[in-house]
């Protein structure tokens, strides 16, 4: 078995094993033996990676398989990866350990919480080590749907509507993009040639101008609904605000980067052309993304609207380095992904934690917690001054790097657009520090003055995202490093086509 | 035409032999072990499905209107696996105690000669065959809508649907007769290029169409659909949703791809606008539906108009996806249909609310339940996503790209409708939930069969490809 | 209050930036700027650390709460008084060179700067002095807990920056930092120095005048500026703008419009989109009349219409 199918096959596993494992506690230890096991497995793929490279494979995928699916159509299981994917599968198999941890106490269906969980990963995997665009597809959709049953089950508030309208829109998005996928597809055999699936082998062909005008949004839009492009963010503060703990964690760290990766890898990779002509139109919705959820981020009461603003804000930031179309926006794109997986993983577990002894996620019902809850407080502060790019922290070194690559634009345009994303870091520092001024500071609530203490697995987790923080903040010339030596080939295929 | 050139239609022979076994059975077995008599029908049924996998040569019979090749008899047996479920999955309602075992034989009798109307249907190559067949796959479900004669609903759809499919029947022969009037043949290859774009041609041609499009319930020949699944025993509407349609898709991808080949030109724009048209109007039916039959029964139509989107490629693609998506539909279908008949059976609930926390009491039967639901949906991994993939890819591969959008936006509504339901057995809590009750071993070897098709008709591609591989379109 | 002052000094700096141009003998502007940076480091930080020290002894952040503090604690003391001296532009104390540095600076080239520069050294000297007497000198206010000296961990800083502060001055920073790279020789023009040395003196005077005892002369000063007192009290209502457009413009208007906006027209839309298909799904409801003769009366026009506009679009 290759050490990439293994992510697949691993979390398949472990629901068997959730499946025969009888009690609460078995499935705790099931499900977190599994995790530990992807994340130890995710370490070594970017020591083998690392390995790999050093030792002179300079091929754009490495650890690469490809076997024949539906030859008929030419469908195969291609997987491979590269250093932006590598460093996502770390992302995801870090927040997914991370989340079983804060969802320890998880009594009602522990079992199928557990499971649904293990397939949204396990999509989600796939889908960043897919090279052909059937898997990845399938893949895609296999990460959303688990998505219904864990809000819809262990959600609060309006988990129907909420769960009903993400998995709709989603839906809906990888409608769009099939027909994107589909358009490529019978596109691909443009120079002569078999038809596939295959994003390298498409790469080689020019797929007609025409074609790739006409594609590119729906691809575009297809991955960017779930990136919370505006105005198809709205799945997302519903749906996070309603998701249990551990789901908005996975959801806004890993499954909202699925659509930022996408653009890049595939929307933008195959169809360079289609990427430069629809670049301003798009940049101009990122942009609004940005300053809007921002600002509607200022207004909110309910802690978790306020996460999920922020993170339609700054996965607007994510699309918009996507979009300057230079190297150093890209790769500080992705370090954006990244660190913005970490930094609201950790801000929604801190939301859980707090909204699990306090029942109440109301900013304004609450006051004075940092005497009660210290550790908590504490780890609140960390994420939102990660979050407002506190230098020193990972959210820092992304967005400047999007900043630079943004201001290497002379024009006008590009000057406006860079500008107001820019500001949108102000408005973030208001919306952050007025929930840690009401929330945190202050006399404290009366009926809050007994809280119980943070537990011990909800600190494993959370101690494990802020330390990933802190390692991209301090150390990011060795995550921008795996990043830049992944981008060369986006940059051949992109801006000298 | 000798013992052996009969050994071509091997599947209708045995089948034939079978009812005629059943017969005799039915009269020995009287009183209490009429129950025995459904046990026997599945396992002589159970048998000759085994057989029927054996390898078939090819041919023509009785002068070229019937006839067989692999695609036909892969066909036929992907026709058979599907009753064998229903048989199985029929048991636990015929051994209810309200229909007193009277008639048990009779059950399996008409559902086999109803099936045995499918196989002419699919192997005929000459229009009267065609209607004959027809017919004879007709007559025996409408008896069988009527079954439950402690139901007046079931006579309502015996009545409903032997009313329609007359009305059909008629249109149908009507449009023969032009084509007959304008191709001087009634035999499939003879029409080939010889039919010609007159008035009389186009006309017979829809007329025909029409008198298919009624068994594949495309709108607007889609009306009977609903009331007669909503009445009829639930094991005949599974029967009537899966088999009855599916063979209807199959002869009908044959004459139009073969015979009116040279109308291709008037049937694609018919086949285009009906598929739109049956998508978006069986899903908006679909959406407020409350009890679960009618439900299923907008969602096959709905299915119905994806099919078509699949089948204007008119290709060898085509072809192949359709036989692939009606093969992966016949179980999804038949999982559903199962589930909420087993329900119906022991508890008697039937409308989605009654479903409200049907996870906490049943898991295994919500279970299956979600699984074909999500197959018809299109979810992956389950089966019906690849089905849908390749029918959409079908339709791309002639540049219906809007087609494909339209059919993907009407997924995402039937997503919602489909979800509706999982949201009751899954999401909802209730005070009155449906009991916890244990299934007999047949109902459960079935709903197995059901769940490991689902993901192996997907996954396994080797089956796809073997489809792939018997389908020549050329020489249809 | 010590915040307000590193915006000025900082202000400072600007100005040396400013009237440095760039290369050449010029470069003593933008020598004086960096070199200024890393003085008003060391008595800026000082000057905090101080101020914490004191808060940390009396537990209140107003002047009003302080007072006569020298007796308690001495150490706090004499490095708060280092500082102001230093910031102040005393020698031999760090910010003498470096203010006086940024003033040669402004003085070679733009002297309405100069000037502006100079009162507003003068000024620094004042307001450092009054803060320096008022919670220094000034009355003693009735103290709940008798203030005590800062704890070692504290005072140690404080000694280690007074140090920096005192003696950072004498570092030979034009040999560091130049615009071009190249180390050049600036030198001390008495006269100016003499100037701002003055400056500094009348203002420590004034804030000595007005502020080492409880007098009410500064009262009467402060009537006697009147309006200008006042503005300078409520900081030229600067933060009441800051405030009125922050809270009431972006929080009321702006954000709370977004987040109505999102909510109800996005938002709206998509669940408009939604609902339509469920109204359009309870209008047709109807066709599914259940009677037979509708289905064949559907049946029978299906087939007519569909021949009709078959035979339509063919002669058309």
């Known amino acids: 078995m290759d050490i990439l ?16 494992s009888k009690g ?21 793929l970017i020591y083998q990676y690392l390995h790999e490279r050093a030792a002179g494979n300079h091929d754009v995928m490495v650890f690469t398989k490809d076997v024949m699916w539906f030859a008929p159509m030419n469908i195969h299981y291609a997987i491979g990866v590269d250093g932006i994917s590598v460093l996502m599968i770390l992302l995801t198999s870090i927040i997914v350990l991370t989340g079983i941890f804060i969802s320890w106490k998880v009594d009602d269906l522990p079992k199928e ?25 399938v893949f895609y959709e296999i990460a959303v749907i688990p998505m219904y049953l864990l809000i819809g089950i262990w959600g609060s508030g309006p988990r129907e509507y909420a769960a009903m309208k993400l998995t709709i829109m989603l839906m809906g998005a990888s409608a769009l993009l099939l027909v994107g996928i589909l358009g490529v597809y019978f596109n691909s055999n443009a120079d002569g040639g078999a038809l596939t699936f295959n994003i390298f082998e498409i790469a080689k062909v020019n797929i007609p101008v025409d074609a790739q005008k006409l594609f590119f949004p729906f691809l575009f839009i297809g991955f960017a609904v779930i990136g919370a492009l505006f105005p198809f963010h709205t799945w997302s503060p519903d749906g996070h605000a309603s998701a249990p703990t551990a789901v908005s964690m996975l959801h806004a760290g890993v499954l909202m980067k699925l659509g930022g990766y996408g653009i890049f890898r595939v929307a933008m990779y195959v169809m360079p052309a289609g990427a430069h002509y629809w670049a301003n ?11 809007y959820g921002a600002l ?138 007025r929930v840690v001024g009401m929330m945190l500071m202050g006399p404290t609530t009366p009926e809050f003055k007994n809280l119980p203490k943070i537990s011990w697995y909800e600190k494993t987790g959370t101690y494990i995202l802020v330390l990933f923080i802190v390692l991209i903040g301090v150390f990011p010339f060795w995550w921008g490093g795996i990043i830049t030596d992944s981008i060369g080939p986006f940059i051949e295929k992109i801006l000298t086509f | ?79 058979n696996i599907g009753v064998l479920l229903i048989s199985l999955l029929s048991i636990n309602w015929l051994h209810n105690k309200t229909l007193k075992h009277q008639k048990v034989g009779e059950f399996f009798i008409l559902l086999f000669a109803s099936l045995l109307g499918m196989f002419f249907l699919i192997s005929s190559r000459n229009f009267l065959m065609l209607y004959v067949s027809l017919e004879l796959s007709t007559l025996p479900v409408t008896a069988l809508a009527a079954y439950d004669i402690y139901s007046r609903k079931s006579s309502e759809a015996g009545i409903k649907l032997i009313l329609s499919a007359a009305i059909s029947s008629g249109i149908f022969l009507f449009g023969i007769s032009f084509i007959y009037a304008a ?57 009537l949703s899966v088999i009855s349609k599916s063979a209807a898709v199959f002869i009908l991808m044959i004459t139009l791809f073969v015979t009116f080949r040279e109308l291709i030109d008037i049937w694609t724009p018919i086949l285009y606008g009906l598929s739109i048209l049956t998508m978006f109007i069986g899903n908006f039916f679909a959406l407020r539906q409350q009890n679960l039959k009618r439900f299923l029964a907008f969602s096959s139509v709905a299915q119905a108009g994806f099919v078509m989107m ?167 | 209050m010590l915040a307000f002052s590193t915006m000025s000094q900082i202000g400072y700096m600007m100005l040396a930036l400013g009237v440095s141009g760039y290369g050449g003998h010029e470069g003593l502007g933008f020598m004086a700027g960096i070199f200024h940076l890393f003085t008003h480091a060391m008595f800026k930080a000082l000057l905090f650390l101080g101020a914490g020290a004191i808060i940390h002894a009396v537990h209140s952040n107003y002047m009003q709460d302080m007072g006569g503090l020298r007796k308690y604690m001495p150490i706090t003391h004499i490095t708060f008084l280092i500082a102001a001296l230093a910031i102040s532009g005393i020698p031999p104390f760090a910010g003498f060179f470096s203010k006086d540095e940024i003033l040669a600076a402004a003085f070679e080239h733009n002297f309405p700067v100069f000037v502006i520069g100079y009162i507003v050294a003068g000024m620094t000297a004042f307001y450092m002095f009054r803060l320096y007497f008022r919670i220094f000198w000034w009355n003693e206010p009735d103290y709940k807990h008798k203030p005590h000296e800062a704890p070692k961990t504290m005072t140690i800083p404080l000694l280690i920056l007074a140090f920096m502060s005192i003696f950072s001055g004498f570092i030979p920073f034009d040999e560091f930092v130049s615009p071009d790279n190249k180390p050049f020789h600036s030198h001390i023009d008495w006269t100016l120095a003499g100037l701002s040395i003055g400056i500094g003196v009348i203002g420590i005077l004034a804030a000595l005048l007005f502020y080492k005892k409880e007098k009410d002369l500064s009262q009467r000063f402060r009537y006697a500026f009147g309006d200008f007192y006042k503005w300078t009290y409520n900081k030229f209502y600067i933060d009441d703008i800051y405030f009125f457009v922050t809270k009431t413009i972006i929080f009321k208007y702006i954000s709370s419009s977004f987040a109505w906006f999102d909510r109800h027209i996005v938002d709206g839309t998509m669940n408009g989109i939604g609902n339509g298909t469920v109204w359009i799904s309870t209008k047709i409801k109807k066709l599914q009349s259940g009677s037979v003769q509708d289905y064949a009366m559907f049946f029978v026009s299906g087939v007519l219409i569909i021949i009709l506009i078959v035979w339509f679009s063919i002669n058309y």
């Open chain 2, 310 to 476: 699949g089948m204007l490629a008119a290709n060898q693609l085509a072809v192949a996806t359709v036989i692939y998506f009606m093969a992966i539909y016949i179980f999804s279908n038949i999982g559903a249909f199962g589930v909420i008949q087993v329900v119906e059976t022991k508890s008697g609930k039937l409308n989605i609310d009654d479903y409200n926390g049907f996870y906490r009491t049943n898991p295994n039967l919500a279970l299956v339940l979600m699984l074909s639901l999500f197959s018809l949906a299109g979810i992956p991994p389950i089966a019906g996503f690849f089905g849908k993939f390749f029918l959409y890819t079908s339709a791309a591969s002639k540049g219906y790209y809007l087609l494909v959008f339209i059919a993907v936006v009407n997924v995402t509504i039937s997503l919602y409708y489909y979800l509706l339901v999982v949201r009751a057995a899954f999401l909802r809590t209730s005070d009155n939930p449906i009991p916890y009750f244990k299934n007999d071993a047949l109902t459960r070897i079935g709903l197995i069969i059901v769940v490991v098709s689902l993901f192996l008709i997907g996954l396994y591609s080797p089956l796809y490809d073997y489809i792939n591989s018997v389908v020549n379109v050329l020489n249809i």
């Open chain 1, 113 to 137: 919480f557990f499971i649904s969980l293990i397939v949204l990963a396990s999509g989600v995997y796939g889908f960043f080590i897919s090279v052909d665009l059937f898997t990845m597809f």
């Open chain 2, 1 to 79: 035409m000798d013992l052996n050139s009969l050994m071509l239609m091997r599947h209708e022979l045995i089948l034939t032999l079978l009812i005629l076994i059943l017969l005799i059975v039915d009269i020995v077995f009287t009183g209490e072990n009429k129950k025995k008599v459904s046990y026997i029908a599945v396992a002589l049924f159970a048998l000759y499905t085994l057989i029927s996998f054996l390898p078939l040569k090819e041919g023509t019979l009785f002068g070229g209107m019937f006839e067989t090749n692999k695609m036909i008899s892969s066909f036929k047996n992907i026709l």
């Open chain 1, 24 to 44: 609460i506690k078995q499935h705790r230890v099931v499900a977190l033996i599994g995790f530990i096991i992807q994340t130890l497995m995710s370490f070594n």
């Open chain 2, 183 to 239: 191709g001087g043949s009634l035999y499939f290859h003879d029409l080939v290029g010889s039919i010609g774009h007159s008035y009389l041609s186009i006309a017979g041609l829809i007329m025909f169409f029409a008198g298919l499009a009624f068994k594949i319930s495309l709108v607007p020949f889609h009306f009977w659909t609903a009331d007669v699944y909503e009445g009829a025993p639930t094991p005949v509407s599974n029967y």
């Open chain 1, 5 to 20: 199918t293994l992510f697949v096959v691993i979390p398949v596993l472990t629901v068997v094993a959730l499946v025969f």
């Open chain 1, 281 to 291: 139109f798009f940049m101009v919705l990122a942009v609004i993304g940005v300053f």
């Open chain 1, 296 to 433: 509607a981020a200022i207004k909110q009461k309910d802690l978790k609207y306020i996460n999920a603003y922020s993170s339609v804000s700054h996965l607007g930031l994510v699309l918009l380095g996507l979009l300057m179309m230079n190297e150093i926006a890209w790769k500080g794109a992705m370090l954006q992904s990244l660190s913005h997986g970490f930094i609201t993983a950790l801000f929604f577990a801190m939301i859980g934690v707090i909204y699990g002894r306090t029942h109440t996620r109301i900013v304004t019902k609450m006051s004075g917690l940092l005497n009660v809850i210290p550790v908590a407080g504490a780890l609140y502060v960390i994420a939102g001054m990660a979050n407002l790019g506190l230098p020193g922290f990972s959210g820092f070194v992304a967005e400047m790097n999007i900043f630079v690559g943004a201001f290497q634009h002379a024009d006008t345009f590009h000057r406006v657009i860079t500008i107001l994303a820019v500001s949108s870091i102000v408005v973030t520092a208001v919306y952050i520090l």
